[in-house]
């Protein structure tokens, strides 16, 4: 199961923070997952010659993450991370939805509030996308940056709810079979989950 081989990865990834991590207490191994509740996303293709083409497509997407958060006064103040994902791309009309592993690396920044359960965030990711696109055609590895912003809560020592929203902005490949065809899929997502901060 994709979801089993995540979840595999995630924990590896934990655990290898923990150990790096081991002498700076200030450094606390997280996990979280998320997935995409609502999205606006479009798939662009172009032919070198002529007008492009752009549709929009339904995007569903679930991801896990694993990382290491910098803790000042009880509350994170930066989270690094790494993510693996699985996510679908609907078709356009006669073609097949299209299934692609999500791979990222990026951080969250957290903005400083009064409050410690309540962490505002803005967030840089980079992604790419391993498989085909909405569009039916195999680009080969499309890579994104993806910016957001969300807020994590607090809910119990440890364990906070999620909520972002980040813009995913393609950089298109122009290797495609056939020469010449460039395609690029991103767009906006609102995305909820849950994040655990693992204390040792």
Known sequence: ????????????????????????????????????????????????????????????????AGGAAHFEDGRPTLRLEGFLGRATFAGRTGVDDSDVTELGLGGRWFVPIASVTVRPYVSLHGVVSLGSTAAGVDPGNEAAVAIGTGLEFEIASGIALD???????????????????????????????VVFDVSY
């Open 1 to 64: 199961m994709p979801f089993a081989r995540v979840s595999v990865i995630a924990v590896a990834l934990t655990l290898l923070c923990n150990s790096c991590m081991a002498d700076r207490p200030d450094w606390d191994p997280f996990v979280r997952a998320d997935v995409a509740v609502f999205d606006d996303y479009d798939s662009d293709v172009e032919v070198t010659g002529f007008s492009s083409d752009t549709t929009s497509t339904d995007y569903d997407s679930i991801r896990v």
């Open 163 to 193: 909520a972002s929203v980040d813009y995913a902005l393609p950089f298109v490949d122009s290797d495609s079979d056939p020469e010449g065809l460039e395609v690029g899929t991103g767009g906006l997502a609102l995305r909820l989950g």
